[in-house]
């Protein structure tokens, strides 16, 4: 399933399966006091300015701090989900799990179900596949506990996009099937028609990839009347979509290309920086050309494609071919620079494909194994350089690469044994866990600060107290902050820290978080798959870079690398 279908249904599932909102209501702007607004009202305010960050943060945040006045469990749950809509996936991940965390215990006809069933969406567009497809079958679980029927058929829907993203296509449309099953019962098409065309999409998208291309074509037509008659103008340009790719998989190249170049045009003046969209359009249409002998059109649609793709950094799996199109016709033509230009870009794409979608790393590339690719680079090169090779300037240049790559090797090898030897450093103190003097710190303290010694050891047994708590994972902390926790001047809590740790303040901060992110990369595999951004703000970081500075100021060593030490000594 090509990944704007997927993006735009599964966002739309996100947004409408909560709860079913009132289509006569308007959007207006929060001009009168939201906080004399109900639940109700905030809730559909919410929901209906979606597309709009600020509004729907705003109306967030006045349903959150409404219910945590109220202390109301259930809609401080909802206030965290409505975050979990729309704010960046790691800081989402963290709603969802203070959801599951304060209604776990609760039996209730929507938490902590949804909870899962968010973080399964969460997963799958950071392309972790296997962990989405988990949530969604533990949410599945609870919506079958409370017998919750379209909940239930919606998870299983989910489940089927993912199952069709991974290429198990014939799976993927049994459970389509099934949805529809359920979905098409009258009552419910008029309640939720919204639900109804997304089964329809999916059922003509599933039937046109298992080639089934009659029982696809159906249900395309089918999906344009509806989406006219509910003016859905984002699904019937989908529709549009798929029915150029029926046609192309029809043999009826021509009408294929018609479909195509309007569903492009559509998208351009919908959603005009869809480049994966776009992107998906320029390739059928290359292709088709292609296969009507008309290369020069074909060649000016692929290289279309690719610009799409480089400007949009991702790409399908279904649009790698591309490039081993073009790298076919200009091998074909003999254009060596070509060839090469196209065999990078392929090689780059594969590992974007290897990273967003690595459930499906060694289905990527169909006609060219990076072995062989690295091989045939390696040879244009060579082919290339041999034009010119007995040039002086070329011999000198090509002196100079040497030492210079014989330069970053040594430097490189160099390194890598200065970050083997820090790595090890940091397990041997995590192993041997060297506790730091309490008796010696009081003494040090107190002679250095000129404080009384009993005031040095209050302040040194909160400052373990604050250690242990952990508060600093999730807290925005200042000197003052924390010496007003603690019960202490600002002055004396600076300078014991001075004494005791031999940092400041900021680096004191900075150190437990980096030794709580040792602890946990070192004990917790689940932890370790995180990405580097998520993980920094488990540990309290704002930013990956910030993190990765921190971490490489106290061990020397990036965490990227202390990641992969500690996957190689797991094996």
């Known amino acids: 399933?090509?990944?704007?279908?997927?993006?735009?249904?599964?966002?739309?599932?996100?947004?409408?399966?909560y709860v079913s909102i009132a289509q006569n209501s308007h959007v207006n702007t929060p001009g009168d006091s939201l906080k004399l607004k109900t639940y109700e009202v905030l809730k559909n305010k919410f929901y209906e300015n979606q597309s709009n960050s600020n509004l729907a943060r705003l109306y967030a945040k006045t349903y959150l701090e409404k219910a945590k006045r109220d202390t109301?469990?259930?809609?401080?749950?909802?206030?965290?989900?409505?975050?979990?809509?729309?704010?960046?996936?790691?800081?989402?991940?963290?709603?969802?799990?203070?959801?599951?965390?304060?209604?776990?215990?609760?039996?209730?006809?929507?938490?902590?179900?949804?909870?899962?069933?968010?973080?399964?969406?969460?997963?799958?567009?950071e392309g972790n596949y296997r962990e989405a497809f988990n949530q969604y079958v533990i949410a599945s679980e609870f919506a079958k506990k409370r017998r919750d029927k379209l909940e239930y058929a919606i998870l299983k829907f989910n489940i089927g996009l993912l199952k069709n993203q991974l290429g198990e296509r014939v799976e993927a449309l049994d459970f389509f099937k099934d949805y529809m099953n359920y979905i098409s019962e009258k009552e419910l098409v008029e309640k939720r028609r919204d639900l109804y065309i997304k089964g329809?999409?999916?059922?003509?998208?599933?039937?046109?990839?298992?080639?089934?291309?009659?029982?696809?074509?159906?249900?395309?037509?089918?999906?344009?009347?509806?989406?006219?008659?509910?003016?859905?103008?984002?699904?019937?340009?989908?529709?549009?979509?798929?029915?150029?790719i029926n046609y192309f998989f029809q043999d009826k190249y021509?009408?294929?290309?018609?479909?195509?170049?309007?569903?492009?045009?559509?998208?351009?003046?919908?959603?005009?920086?869809?480049?994966?969209?776009?992107?998906?359009?320029?390739?059928?249409?290359?292709?088709?050309?292609?296969?009507q002998n008309n290369t020069d059109q074909g060649v000016y649609y692929l290289k279309r494609t690719d610009t799409l793709l480089n400007e949009a950094n991702t790409i399908t799996p279904e649009l790698i071919d591309t490039y081993n199109v073009l790298i076919a016709h200009y091998k074909n033509e003999k254009d060596d620079k070509n060839q090469l230009k196209y065999i990078?870009?392929?090689l780059k794409f594969d590992s974007i494909l290897k990273y967003n979608y690595k459930s499906l790393s060694n289905k990527i590339i169909r006609n060219y194994e990076s072995k062989e690719l690295l091989d045939q680079k390696n040879q244009l090169i060579d082919k290339l350089e041999e034009n010119t090779f007995f040039s002086k300037k070329l011999i000198t240049v090509f002196i100079a690469v040497i030492l210079i790559l014989v330069t970053i090797v040594f430097f490189v090898i160099r390194k890598n044994w200065i970050y083997k030897k820090r790595f090890q450093?940091?397990?041997?103190q995590t192993k041997n866990n060297i506790e730091e003097s309490k008796e010696e710190n009081l003494k040090i303290a107190t002679k250095n600060t000129n404080l009384p010694e009993e005031l040095v050891k209050e302040v040194l047994e909160r400052l373990e107290r604050f250690e242990q708590s952990k508060k600093f994972l999730k807290g925005k902390y200042t000197l003052n902050s924390l010496a007003k926790e603690l019960n202490t001047n600002s002055s004396y809590l600076s300078k014991i820290i001075n004494e005791t740790k031999k940092i400041n303040f900021a680096n004191y901060l900075n150190d437990l978080k980096?030794?709580?992110?040792?602890?946990?990369?070192?004990?917790?595999?689940?932890?370790?798959?995180?990405?580097?951004?998520?993980?920094?703000?488990?540990?309290?970081?704002?930013t990956a870079q910030s993190f990765s500075l921190a971490f490489y100021k106290k061990t020397g060593i990036y965490p990227s690398y202390f990641i992969k030490q500690i996957e190689n000594q797991k094996k």
């Open 254 to 291: 021509q009408i294929a290309i018609d479909s195509l170049e309007k569903a492009e045009k559509r998208i351009r003046s919908f959603a005009g920086d869809d480049k994966i969209g776009l992107a998906i359009c320029n390739y059928y249409i290359g292709k088709s050309f292609f296969i």
């Open 514 to 542: 980096i030794k709580e992110a040792i602890d946990r990369l070192t004990n917790e595999k689940k932890f370790r798959a995180y990405t580097i951004k998520t993980i920094a703000n488990e540990v309290g970081f704002n």
């Open 72 to 125: 109301d469990t259930i809609k401080i749950a909802d206030g965290f989900y409505f975050f979990g809509l729309i704010d960046e996936y790691a800081i989402a991940h963290q709603y969802t799990d203070s959801i599951i965390d304060i209604t776990k215990h609760l039996v209730h006809e929507k938490y902590p179900g949804f909870a899962y069933k968010l973080k399964g969406n969460l997963f799958f567009m």
């Open 1 to 17: 399933m090509n990944k704007i279908s997927f993006y735009f249904i599964i966002t739309i599932l996100i947004n409408n399966c």
């Open 344 to 346: 990078n870009s392929l």
């Open 425 to 428: 450093h940091i397990i041997d």
């Open 200 to 244: 329809i999409y999916a059922l003509s998208e599933s039937y046109t990839y298992n080639l089934k291309l009659d029982s696809a074509e159906k249900y395309i037509k089918k999906g344009v009347v509806e989406t006219l008659k509910t003016k859905d103008t984002l699904m019937y340009n989908l529709f549009v979509l798929q029915s150029g």
